[in-house]
């Protein structure tokens, strides 16, 4: 079956966003003081993620007539199925041989985990993400679950909305950054400061989820609602912003303006990656504390400065999208970040076997060798092979002969995202 070509030609620059985005939180997984807020890479990943998804719902929808949500769920589950899947199955045969006592909570884990629900899953158990004395090998597939949820509900979403505004489509540049904006808003009154006990101890740290009572601070950190600002602030810009508007033959000045936007970006993200935290440890009580300028603005912040990062990472004549941010190594890592994000954090935990164990630089130089090695394997022997639809190839074969046109028009299609 032919699949639908969509125009949009490949984008280095955000492949190198994407590889900042995952080696800042590489790093401050690996030790927290070497970059305090590594963590805001994931915030970046929602906004590209915002960005570029409706940016393919609205070319298919103006070429075709039609959003194919069959076909994009098919193309999300090839996408990210198949290493999450591996992942799951190599923690489980490890930790059935290394590490059993881990088998009872590991069980829970990695079922919510493949059925996408983990970040609710660990909200629902008061499995805090903040707690530093657990293994909990699987902890960053919370971000995972979000994304997935926002896969199924997005296509949907795009169709009907573009059914109403479909003719000026711009117009809902402006709805979208309004949601973003509420949801920000939403965040910033949900939250409680001061520090979080027990629920008896702390009962303001805590909110009702179904007469469950559940933490405030994983509830807006891990939360789809609370973490889908950065989704809808970048899928405002899809509205306004997308690389059609240029063309790569004639001079644009306004690569000077979009490179300057990404500067900015790029010196705004940083200083709020070396200054903020996710929580604070209060060593009187050992209980923790929300760092509260994240939760009062700080995600729409990172939004923001990721936005303005994407104007030139998209521009087709930026300097700063084809030279920085599409070098070859961004570029190699950045096609790679899904395989990263996925291995680093269970191959740091299942060595030091706790967060609190801060990695020293040899430690995390030859751990990060590692990662590199499992993340090439999967990318070129599990991701590619199903995304290109290799394997699938392979067993039709085995089934019944087709032509060369046949595997041709099956094989030429390559996702973008």
Known sequence: MNRPQQSISYLPGLDGLRAIAVLAVVVYHANKNWLHGGFLGVEVFFVISGYLITLLLLTESEQHGRINFRAFWKRRARRLLPALWTLLLGVTIYCSLFERAELGKLRGDVIAAFIYVFNWFKIWARASYFDASALDPLRHLWSLAVEEQFYLVWPVLIAVVLKKYGRRPAKLGPIFLGISVAIAMYVATTYAPGVRGTPIETPEQYISLFGHAVSRLDFLFLGTIGRSGGLFLGAALAFWFRPSMFTGSQSSNDRHIVSAFAVAGMAGLACMMWTFHDVVFVAETGGIRGYDPLFQGGFLLVGVATCAIITAAVHPQSVVGNAVLGNPVFTYIGRRS?????????????????????????????????????????????????????????????????TDADVKNETKYLQLE
């Not at 291995?343 to 801060?358: D, E, I, M």
């Not at 040899?362 to 639809?389: A, N």
């Open 338 to 402: 899904y395989g990263l994000y996925l291995f680093h954090w269970p191959v740091f935990q299942l060595y030091r076997k706790v967060a609190s164990n801060y990695l020293t630089l040899p430690q995390f130089i030859v751990l990060f060798i590692v990662i590199l090695v499992l993340t090439e394997l999967s990318y070129r022997f599990i991701e590619m092979p199903v995304r290109e639809g290799r394997l699938g190839e392979a067993w039709h074969k085995l089934r019944s002969p087709r």
